[in-house]
């Protein structure tokens, strides 16, 4: 059993919580998290637990926050005379049945209520409605981001499931196939992402206008042209920015200041992108011909490798397409809606600024709403706390040693590391690059990132996006071929290297370094 040490001691909420093997969510919050952006991390547990409901498994995912830092545990209960493989076998028959589904349910059904709970929680009255009004509002604010939540897990079950099972078929048609190969038959294809690259190139553009360019160097008044083309971005794609999980973390819409330093870098650069992707079109063209003639003579395998490649190319996309609308969009309408209320309470004196309340509590804040009751002194004493915790390196696995039988595509395995100057992970995205490594942890390191450096990071979203035209690659600590990182560097034929696990605390900030992003190999130069 993984032991507590005396810098990061915990304890068992329930009882069976010690004999469950947790894990530090070391992709999506690699950060000591503040008291509010912990609950966050329970509202996307609700979110889990909606899933197997659907899916009718006996299976549950459960969250803590340990010293500020989330884990995640799983457990499930077998049937009568059932195996674990028998248990997970029938897992994947139950998601293999959403594959026919899932593009109809996300059109019909997941992006239409997910519009109105947004619209709802940025409706809210929050500076003029009476206390007793908005603390319910609060609650039912929390209620249906959690609800969108509860989509996330549902609707990506058929997507993920279906390019597993390309990646099998595919790897099983051809033994050699590199870990990430299979998937260029679907890179290309995330019209999200697509959407952002094409407007930022159009804003980059624009700031290599000298007037633009002037007034960003100067701090003054954006041309009016500018800033209504600037605005018209943060309507459609303000809501992405934030690097991890974190209720904390602002987006573009609320600090347009991170976006304008990544556009400066831009200026007057094209990103090539429709060249890109015909590359990419002409690259899965080859590939496809080439596994299709090693099923010329299996008429039955080759017919199921095309059903299965058909649906892969229809509902993959969500794969990535739900972090724009969901992870993304529903943690800047939340943070928003917070810090609004945030706003109200410090006119109160309930708090001093706005940002004090992400050092309380999502159950305190009805009561501080409704009786404006002075916490400055609990914020404080929060906000200590809060700052070492920052400062510990947790432990990856705290209860029982985490389970044998590696992890799937996603999650990506934790490979031994062979030598202080080479770091092997999962190579995610194709192609071979030199450049200096930049440690990138938070948003405030991407302004030291220029163009030709390879960022170093836990791991990336689209949020990162502006980067990744002009970075020459990316190694993150974790993920598999599967991975928001490895997707979205796909999507921009940026090499990288995955799950590497440790790369940013082994590679020095500034070190020359290169990747290839084919065999997962990172060499210190």
């Given at each position: ?33 503040a ?21 009718e ?55 239409p209520d ?34 969108c ?32 190969e ?12 697509r ?65 304008l ?21 002409r ?29 892969a ?17 529903a ?9 609004r ?17 992400f050092?309380l ?66 190579g ?15 948003p ?17 979203n ?64």
């Open positions: 059993m993984a032991t507590e040490t005396s810098d990061f001691p915990v304890t068992w909420r329930e009882p069976g919580d010690a004999e469950l093997s947790w894990e530090w969510d070391d992709m999506h919050m690699p950060n000591a998290l008291p509010l952006a912990q609950d966050y991390a329970h509202v996307v547990e609700q979110g889990f637990a909606y899933r197997y409901v659907r899916l498994m006996p299976f549950e995912v459960l969250a803590r926050v340990w010293n500020g830092y989330a884990y995640f545990a799983s457990r499930r209960s077998l049937a009568d005379g059932e195996s674990d493989d028998d248990f997970y076998a029938r897992m994947i028959a139950r998601r293999r049945e959403q594959v026919p589904i899932a593009a109809a349910y996300w059109r019909d059904q997941a992006l997910l519009k109105a709970a947004y619209a709802w929680v940025d409706a809210v009255p929050v500076e003029s409605m009476p206390a007793a009004e908005l603390a319910g509002a609060w609650d039912e604010a929390w209620h249906r981001i959690e609800r939540w509860r989509i996330h897990f549902y609707a990506i079950t058929g997507p993920y499931q279906v390019l597993d099972d390309l990646a099998d078929a595919y790897e099983a048609a051809k033994p050699d196939a590199t870990p990430g299979a998937l260029r038959l679907v890179q290309g294809l995330v019209e999200e992402l959407s952002v690259e094409e407007e930022l190139d159009r804003l980059a553009v624009r700031v290599a206008d000298p007037d633009v360019a002037d007034a960003l160097r100067g701090g003054q008044a954006l041309p009016a042209a500018f800033q209504a083309a600037l605005d018209a971005f943060l309507e459609r794609h303000g809501h992405l920015g934030q690097s991890f999980d974190d209720l904390t973390l602002a987006s573009w819409i609320e600090e347009p200041a991170l976006l330093a990544e556009l400066g870098k831009r200026a007057g650069r094209s990103s090539n992108a429709a060249q890109r992707r015909d590359e990419m079109q690259e899965a063209a080859a590939l496809l011909a080439d596994v299709r003639e090693r099923l010329a003579s299996e008429p039955a395998t080759l017919r199921r490798f095309d059903e299965t490649l058909a649906h190319r229809q509902i993959g996309p969500l794969t990535e397409g739900h972090n724009y609308w969901i992870d993304r969009m943690q800047s309408r939340l943070r928003r809606f917070v810090v209320v945030g706003a109200r309470l410090a006119r109160d004196g309930v708090i001093d600024e706005p940002a004090d309340i050092y509590h999502r159950t305190e804040l009805p009561a501080l709403i409704r009786d404006a009751a002075d916490v400055r002194h609990l914020v404080h004493d929060r906000r200590e706390t809060h700052q070492r915790q920052a400062a510990i390196r947790p432990p990856r696995v705290v209860g029982a040693p985490a389970e044998t039988g590696g992890p799937g595509r996603f999650d990506g395995p934790r490979l031994e590391q062979p030598s202080e100057n080479e770091i092997r992970g999962v995610a995205s194709a192609g071979v690059v030199r450049g200096a490594a930049r440690v990138t942890l938070s405030a390191d991407f302004d030291r990132i220029q163009p030709g450096d390879i960022i170093v990071c836990p791991s990336s689209p949020s990162w996006v502006p980067l990744f035209a002009v970075a020459a690659g990316l190694v993150t600590n974790t993920g598999g071929v599967l991975s928001h990182a490895a997707v979205v560097a796909r999507e921009f034929a940026l090499p990288a290297v995955v799950g590497t696990g440790d790369a940013t605390l082994r590679i020095p900030d500034g070190r020359l370094i290169e990747i290839d992003g084919t065999t997962g190999s990172v060499r210190l130069l």
